[in-house]
């Protein structure tokens, strides 16, 4: 079989070192197929758990007990880079949660059937925080265990979405909240029950990234984990 | 009954009539005076400063916040935001001549707290901006520069005898409003931890331990 283009095209294409247009053809649809064949193995596990809220309750509902380190960016407009915090979180179902920030401030925020006590460095010492925000905290926390169990629709104060590639986005239903918190974005990560990321958005400036790292899943934690400062 | 709280009202009428700045004695020859007017916390240039603010309310009430101040000496321009130690911005406010108010969230919204914060950060933070008016020494020894303001209240820079420093503002009538000095011997150059009191109607008590500073250039005009 002769080729019938004429040389002088192959000869240029040679010099500008373009493929001739079939072999190019030929060469999209093997890379398209690759790409395809890489995407399909990448994104079944997410596909199948953040499809709907159905699936995300089930996948998070048997999520035992998980524990993950965190990194913190506050985002202000005042800040040409961002106030960063590390910490360490554990939750396990149903409803017990450890929060504790290890820099720049230690602070420990304990949630165990109902009662909910944080403890914050002052000076060298860690002391019982009694503060102001204590009631916000108590609404945090709630939402945290919310999410956890990939409730991500429960909580009434809030329109949930749930957007391609497991995004969540989150929309305060009353003004007064907006005021607060525009929005917070949660991002599924591709393990069936785990969160990736969360953006509390305040407005169009000012807005704080966590980031989980190394999270590992488990069937239980021990209970000193949920009550002891220091276990 | 009414006698004793006659009298406990009567002394109260007297002891706010009767305040009033403490007496310096001015510097005689061959008085030796500090560099009293000289404090460390004072920012020379343009700077951020991030804090970790450790606050004591009346009734016990407290919490620890995160305070951000941008703080630019040669215009005496300031910049604050206050946070939970979560990141949720509470407070934040600009001052470049007037007051702008961005955000305020309760307890930080009440009347009086965004200028009063401001009025500490400018105290902590910038020299008065005129020279002092009087150096001499109060009656324990002290050095003192003082600068009175032009709404009454006035500030003294204070070296303790053999101690480190401490600003003190008084109101109009002389009663000492405020007071800040280092957490523990500084030496000489900026500390990194200040408390902060403040006296009178206002009852609080602040530590600010400085986590972060960097110095700026290019701000925005």
């Known amino acids: 079989m002769t080729d019938p283009r004429p040389r002088a095209t192959h000869a240029a294409a040679a010099k500008l070192r373009i493929r001739p247009p079939g072999r ?50 506050k985002h202000l407009r ?8 590390t910490g360490r979180f554990a939750y396990r179902a149903p ?31 860690l002391v019982a925080d009694d503060s102001l925000g204590m009631a916000a905290v108590q609404v945090v926390v709630q ?26 986005r989150l929309t305060p239903r009353r003004p007064e909240l907006a005021a607060v918190i525009a929005r917070i974005e949660l991002q599924l990560a591709a393990r069936p029950g785990v969160i ?4 509390i958005v305040e407005d169009d400036a000012n807005y704080t990234r966590l980031t989980f790292r190394d999270v590992r899943l488990s069937d239980t934690l021990p209970e000193a984990l949920f009550r002891v400062v220091d276990p | ?23 310096l004695v001015p510097p005689g020859p061959g008085m030796d005076l500090p560099a009293a007017c000289e404090v460390p916390l004072f920012v020379t240039r343009p700077c951020r400063l991030v804090h970790a603010i450790e606050a004591e309310f009346a009734r016990g009430r407290g919490g620890v916040f995160m305070g951000v101040t941008v703080a630019d000496p040669g215009r005496r321009h300031l910049e604050a935001a206050l946070l939970t130690l979560e990141g949720l911005v509470l407070f934040e406010a600009r001052s470049h001549g007037a007051l702008q108010v961005q955000r305020h969230l309760p307890p930080f919204d009440r009347p009086g707290f965004a200028q009063g914060l401001f009025q500490d950060l400018e105290m902590l933070f910038f020299p008065p901006p ?21 709404d009454g209240t006035t500030v003294d820079l204070v070296r303790p005898a053999g101690g480190d420093w401490e600003i003190r503002r008084y109101g109009a009538r002389g009663r000492l409003t405020r007071r800040a000095r280092p957490c523990r011997p500084a030496g000489p150059g ?25 110095a700026l250039t290019g701000l925005e005009p």
């Open chain 1, 24 to 73: 190019r053809r030929a060469s999209r649809a093997a890379g398209l197929a690759a790409v395809l064949l890489l995407l399909l193995a990448a994104r079944p596990a997410r596909a199948d758990w953040t499809a709907s809220w159905d699936s995300i309750q089930a996948a998070a509902g048997a999520v035992q007990a998980v524990e993950a380190d965190f990194a913190q960016e």
């Open chain 1, 78 to 85: 005042i800040l040409s880079r961002p106030l960063t915090a």
């Open chain 1, 95 to 125: 409803d017990a949660l450890r929060w504790e920030y290890r820099t720049p401030v230690r602070s420990v925020l304990l949630a165990a059937d109902g009662t909910v006590r944080r403890f914050v460095q002052r000076g060298d010492a």
């Open chain 1, 143 to 168: 939402d945290l265990t919310r999410w956890l169990k990939g409730r991500f629709d429960a909580n009434p104060d809030f329109t949930a979405e749930l957007g391609a590639g497991g995004r969540v």
């Open chain 1, 196 to 199: 990736e990321t969360v953006t």
């Open chain 2, 1 to 23: 009954m009414r006698r004793p709280a006659a009298a406990a009202a009567l002394l109260v009428l007297c002891l706010a009539a009767c305040a009033r700045l403490p007496g």
């Open chain 2, 130 to 150: 005129e020279g002092p008016a009087l150096r001499g020494r109060l009656a324990d020894g002290s050095a003192v520069c003082r600068y009175p303001a032009g």
């Open chain 2, 190 to 214: 900026p500390p990194d931890c200040v408390h902060l009191e403040a006296l009178g109607t206002a009852d609080y008590r602040l530590t600010l331990r400085l986590l972060e500073s960097e």
